[in-house]
């Protein structure tokens, strides 16, 4: 399912290892191992979010859920309809309606939701919905293009270790 590029000749896999990166970040600061970057139509890197919901306990501080907070306050819709979401893992029903919102008109994530929800099993702190964002955007008004799984070996790494560590 790995693509080289998509018809709209962006790098998928380039820029969804960036949002892996971002990730690895987030993890490195004490927050839960997720990131998201936002690409423009052009192939430029607008924005990147990690996970938050280490500071203050935020647990709607979901990667993709401040950076399309963070969009939608820099961007209007008309814009972020030509833009790209990358995310290390697919987005929740939270972070999918929160794209919705904003106006997106891309999301290309890497781990699936079904997988996240058996690699953290029933963490306390991930209580993870077993919900493809798919099904959340189809419950929309307009349609939102989504790309994934893909390059999920690499997503799942972000995990390794994490969600077994009680201070997690």
């Not at 690409?39 to 647990?59: F, H, I, K, S």
């Not at 969009?71 to 979401?85: E, F, I, Q």
Request: with cysteine; glycine share 12%; hydrophobic share 40%.
């Amino acid at each position: 399912m790995d693509q080289v590029a998509g018809q709209d000749g962006l790098d998928h896999p380039r820029f969804l290892r960036r949002s892996f990166e971002v990730a690895r970040a987030a993890r490195a600061a004490g927050h839960h191992p997720f990131g998201a970057i936002l690409v423009g139509p052009d192939g430029v890197v607008l924005m990147e979010q990690g996970n938050a919901t280490g500071a203050g306990r935020d647990m709607t501080a979901h990667a993709e859920r401040v950076l399309m907070t963070r969009a939608s306050r820099a961007h209007p819709p008309a814009v972020l309809a030509g833009c790209t979401m990358y995310t290390s893992a697919e987005p929740c029903a939270m972070c999918a309606g929160a794209a919705y919102w904003a106006g997106l008109g891309r999301i290309v994530y890497g781990l699936a939701e079904r997988d996240l929800k058996l690699l953290t099993g029933d963490h306390h702190e991930n209580p993870t919905l077993d919900l493809p964002c798919r099904t959340v955007l189809a419950a929309g008004q307009r349609r939102i293009e989504v790309i994934g799984p893909l390059l999920v070996d690499e997503a799942m790494a972000l995990h390794e270790g994490f969600w077994s560590d009680p201070t997690g």
